[in-house]
């Protein structure tokens, strides 16, 4: 495998062409390693050392514990092209400090070194005295090393003055304390980084933590939220915002789920309002897009399959639908007209009203687009396209209010509905016992309901108007896209319908 720099912005490898070309070869080292187990103060010093070296790369994900033996540093960083003997700390090229990428390391320079080899050469002995110390083995290290021509200060000694001699011995005593505190800095900093890498809200945030997402997103894993961003992250915009395509989704999500306000999801993510409502707008409409499909009309023999034993108890194996409305509250309009076909008298607020089918297994295979809440349960039954699904031997379960039973017979199929006493005093024993069949599983509908608004609860506020209104060059609305994807976000999740039923 080719050898490669881990300093960042360095692109030094070990086939390197240019390198080739011009016959100099480019060393590659290895992050040094502590030495616990020698003397104290060379276990000092190396741990120092190492700590230097870690600092100066500044890569987060190599820390004083966890060095990859791949990562290696290559010559280009060393004055000399080489590390330095790892006793010298007051060597410039003790640790890299050449062309880091990054300015949180300052570059070592060799003046000081330099002045520093002038004085121990004026000490030494002329002639036969034997050099005894670290210091003298140590500058043996030293005038072994190959010097670059940055290094040109041996062939030109400098003129050492007094106060020279002063000011270098002052910083050579601070130097290992220096780099101890910088070394000491940069791993703080790098625990920084990680900690408020937590906080962010990306995909660090809530990988590996189901709970967090079923909470922000109502997904009930972070494999299926990477599957959904998957699936329309080739649709979403590839923009240099601040905010990445998993952020857009996450924002969404949190809407639908927390009813955020626009203001406080924008202050979480560090953007404007004008650029979280967009975002909002656009990721609604491409969800709706790619997750519509999931909402969909099951063939027969796919229901037959998996039938609760309730429903065949009490029906048979035909029941293919059960269908019920629900409501929005909306804000009033300024049109007279449009506040008289939004006002319901049955919740005595302006409302929107949506016709929801689910099969016998809880999931949602039907969804209407939203009708003012003026209109009755039986026109939206009939207009809506419902009917169009049915199939000769079906039977549909609904309320009293979708009184549709010649429209169903229409179409080949059976609508079974609560009894109605018909001027008679009181219902007979078989309507009785029929209709409380009816709503033992009528029930389903209506916790699938309940589910969908405690799921997603920006059903349960007052809709704005701007929602209502259809979008440019389609006959829907905003509000209509939003229901649809919260109910194929719903299908992705466990059947609240088979877990009652496995309950009972």
Same mark, same amino acid.
């Given at each position: 495998?080719?050898?490669?720099?881990?300093?960042?912005?360095?692109?030094?490898?070990?086939?390197?062409?240019?390198?080739?070309?011009?016959?100099?070869?480019?060393?590659?080292?290895?992050?040094?390693?502590?030495?616990?187990?020698?003397?104290?103060?060379?276990?000092?010093?190396?741990?120092?050392?190492?700590?230097?070296?870690?600092?100066?790369?500044?890569?987060?994900?190599?820390?004083?514990?966890?060095?990859?033996?791949?990562? =290696?540093?290559?010559? /280009?960083?060393?004055? !000399?092209? &080489?590390?330095?003997? $790892?006793? %010298?700390?007051? #060597?410039?090229?003790?640790?890299?400090?050449?062309?880091?990428?990054?300015?949180?390391?300052?570059?070592?320079?060799?003046?000081?070194?330099?002045?520093?080899?002038?004085?121990?050469?004026?000490?030494?002995?002329?002639?036969?005295?034997?050099?005894?110390?670290?210091?003298?083995?140590?500058?043996?290290?030293?005038?072994?090393?190959?010097?670059?021509?940055?290094?040109?200060?041996?062939?030109?000694?400098?003129?050492?003055?007094?106060?020279?001699?002063?000011?270098?011995?002052?910083?050579?005593?601070?130097?290992?304390?220096?780099?101890?505190?910088?070394?000491?800095?940069?791993?703080?900093? =790098?625990?920084?980084? /990680?900690?408020?890498? !937590?906080? &962010?809200?990306?995909? $660090?945030? %809530?990988?590996? #933590?189901?709970?967090?997402?079923?909470?922000?997103?109502?997904?009930?894993?972070?494999?299926?939220?990477?599957?959904?961003?998957?699936?329309?992250?080739?649709?979403?915009?590839?923009?240099?915002?601040?905010?990445?395509?998993?952020?857009?989704?996450?924002?969404?999500?949190?809407?639908?789920?927390?009813?955020?306000?626009?203001?406080?999801?924008?202050?979480?993510?560090?953007?404007?309002?004008?650029?979280?409502?967009?975002?909002?707008?656009?990721?609604?409409?491409?969800?709706?897009?790619?997750?519509?499909?999931?909402?969909?009309?099951?063939?027969?023999?796919?229901?037959?399959?998996?039938?609760?034993?309730?429903?065949?108890?009490?029906?048979?194996?035909?029941?293919?639908?059960?269908?019920?409305?629900?409501?929005?509250?909306?804000?009033?309009?300024?049109?007279?007209?449009?506040?008289?076909?939004?006002?319901?008298?049955?919740?005595?607020?302006?409302?929107?009203?949506?016709?929801?089918?689910?099969?016998?297994?809880?999931?949602?295979?039907?969804?209407?687009?939203?009708?003012?809440?003026?209109?009755?349960?039986?026109?939206?039954?009939?207009?809506?396209?419902?009917?169009?699904?049915?199939?000769?031997?079906?039977?549909?379960?609904?309320?009293?209010?979708?009184?549709?039973?010649?429209?169903?017979?229409?179409?080949?199929?059976?609508?079974?509905?609560?009894?109605?006493?018909?001027?008679?005093?009181?219902?007979?024993?078989?309507?009785?016992?029929?209709?409380?069949?009816?709503?033992?599983?009528?029930?389903?509908?209506?916790?699938?309901?309940?589910?969908?608004?405690?799921?997603?609860?920006?059903?349960?506020?007052?809709?704005?108007?701007?929602?209502?209104?259809?979008?440019?060059?389609?006959?829907?609305?905003?509000?209509?896209?939003?229901?649809?994807?919260?109910?194929?976000?719903?299908?992705?999740?466990?059947?609240?319908?088979?877990?009652?039923?496995?309950?009972?």
């Amino acid at each position: 495998m080719a050898r490669s720099c881990c300093i960042i912005n360095c692109t030094s490898r070990a086939n390197d062409s240019c390198v080739k070309s011009t016959g100099n070869a480019i060393g590659f080292h290895q992050i040094l390693a502590w030495k616990r187990n020698c003397p104290s103060h060379v276990s000092e010093v190396t741990k120092r050392q190492r700590m230097a070296w870690i600092a100066a790369i500044g890569r987060p994900n190599i820390t004083f514990e966890n060095t990859p033996p791949h990562m =290696l540093v290559c010559s /280009k960083h060393f004055h !000399k092209g &080489k590390p330095a003997y $790892e006793m %010298l700390e007051c #060597d410039p090229d003790w640790a890299p400090s050449l062309k880091l990428g990054h300015t949180d390391f300052k570059a070592s320079t060799t003046a000081r070194f330099d002045r520093l080899k002038q004085r121990s050469k004026s000490k030494q002995p002329r002639k036969g005295s034997r050099s005894s110390g670290a210091e003298t083995a140590h500058l043996g290290e030293i005038h072994a090393a190959p010097v670059t021509t940055e290094t040109t200060a041996e062939s030109q000694p400098q003129q050492i003055t007094p106060q020279h001699e002063d000011e270098d011995l002052q910083e050579c005593k601070m130097c290992s304390l220096r780099l101890q505190e910088i070394a000491h800095l940069q791993e703080e900093n =790098l625990l920084l980084k /990680k900690e408020l890498s !937590k906080k &962010k809200l990306d995909k $660090e945030f %809530l990988k590996d #933590d189901n709970s967090k997402v079923k909470f922000y997103t109502g997904l009930p894993s972070f494999a299926l939220l990477m599957g959904v961003l998957q699936q329309i992250s080739p649709s979403l915009p590839d923009t240099d915002r601040k905010i990445s395509q998993f952020q857009m989704l996450l924002l969404t999500l949190m809407r639908l789920r927390l009813n955020l306000p626009i203001a406080h999801i924008a202050h979480l993510f560090d953007i404007s309002r004008t650029t979280t409502s967009t975002l909002f707008n656009i990721t609604v409409n491409v969800l709706y897009a790619h997750l519509s499909p999931l909402v969909h009309w099951p063939g027969r023999h796919c229901i037959q399959a998996s039938m609760p034993h309730q429903y065949v108890e009490m029906f048979g194996d035909r029941v293919t639908v059960i269908i019920d409305c629900f409501e929005l509250f909306i804000e009033s309009a300024q049109n007279l007209r449009a506040m008289a076909e939004t006002y319901s008298t049955y919740k005595s607020r302006h409302t929107m009203k949506y016709l929801i089918g689910i099969t016998p297994q809880g999931t949602i295979s039907f969804i209407s687009k939203g009708w003012g809440g003026r209109t009755s349960d039986k026109r939206i039954a009939e207009t809506s396209g419902f009917l169009q699904k049915l199939s000769p031997g079906d039977i549909v379960l609904a309320d009293r209010g979708f009184d549709i039973r010649e429209n169903v017979a229409l179409m080949g199929a059976t609508l079974k509905i609560p009894a109605f006493t018909r001027g008679r005093s009181q219902l007979q024993a078989k309507d009785v016992e029929d209709t409380r069949k009816l709503a033992h599983v009528r029930i389903h509908v209506e916790c699938v309901i309940g589910c969908l608004r405690s799921k997603y609860t920006i059903q349960n506020d007052t809709i704005c108007l701007g929602f209502v209104v259809p979008c440019e060059g389609e006959n829907m609305t905003l509000l209509d896209k939003i229901v649809a994807v919260s109910r194929a976000l719903t299908n992705m999740c466990p059947s609240v319908v088979v877990k009652q039923a496995s309950d009972e």
